[in-house]
């Protein structure tokens, strides 16, 4: 604990320094030993987080805190955006909403908003982290991608049965996902949960980047052919609008 103060104590005091600052100063203005102060700022030069001008020897930090920062504000404005969507959703369906960001190789659940009047529940929360190749969300995301870019997903991960139902063959989710791009959504059919189905679409910014996804989930006997095309054009339609609000012009 004590190496991780040290380390926000540099980094607050380089914050208030933006023409840099050198060592000695530094070493002076967080009350650390100069060989101290110099080995902290080695790590926070290797990890991109610092840099030292060549011509003064002048520490700064660079935007890393920035990227960082970025991701979260984009993550709460995604939220912000979604919600009044997911809410009539909710309503429309009255089965579990969530929206999700991806992460790397894996979803992160950003919102989610239980089934109304029902003693069922699905087993996700805020912040759990799920595969992309076993969820609708997932594969609505990893369906807006290259082949190079889902297969080097797929060679980085371990891929784990969570039910019968799960895909668990490469050419299997390739195929899949071939699906879920020509109709413009995606289904788990008990894939990450048994007795759960679930149909998601991606969201997409304005770069034409699959950012997150948003999902109707509700146990199988809920799901009637009349509501699951009701939640498959709901949630279709749902997507369609945050992405738009993201900048995202979809032409067909």
């Known amino acids: 604990m004590r190496s991780i103060d040290r380390v926000l104590d540099v ?5 208030n320094q933006p023409h ?12 650390l030993h100069i060989s101290t102060t110099h080995r902290l700022l080695s790590s926070l030069t290797a990890r991109g987080y610092a840099q030292q001008d060549k011509e003064t020897g002048k520490y700064r930090l660079t935007m890393r805190l920035f990227e960082i920062g970025s991701r979260i504000i984009g993550g709460m404005n995604l939220v912000s955006i979604s919600r009044p969507y ?3 959703l909710a309503e429309l369906t009255n089965e579990a909403i969530h929206l999700v960001a991806r992460d790397g190789d894996e979803v992160v659940y950003l919102y989610k908003e239980d089934m109304r009047e029902s003693i069922v529940s699905m087993a996700s929360f805020v912040g759990m982290r799920a595969p992309m190749y076993s969820t609708a969300v997932g ?20 891929v784990i049965p969570f039910t019968k139902n799960t895909i668990t063959h490469y050419d299997a989710l390739l195929r899949e996902l071939q699906i879920t791009r020509e109709r413009g959504w995606a289904v788990d059919n008990e894939e990450n949960e048994p007795g ?10 304005f770069s034409g980047t699959p950012i997150g996804a948003i999902s109707v989930s509700g ?23 945050i992405s738009g609000l993201l900048g995202f012009q979809d032409n067909p």
């Open 219 to 241: 146990p199988v006997i809920h799901m009637s052919e009349e509501k699951r095309k009701l939640c498959t054009r709901e949630v279709v339609e749902s997507a369609r609008a």
């Open 196 to 205: 759960v189905l679930c149909v998601g679409a991606s969201i997409i910014d």
């Open 139 to 158: 594969k609505s995301i990893l369906a807006r991608m290259s082949e190079n870019e889902v297969k080097d997903i797929w060679n980085r991960i371990v």
């Open 86 to 88: 997911l809410e009539r």
């Open 11 to 15: 980094i607050e005091a380089l914050s």
């Open 20 to 31: 840099g600052v050198t060592l000695t100063n530094l070493s002076s203005k967080v009350g």
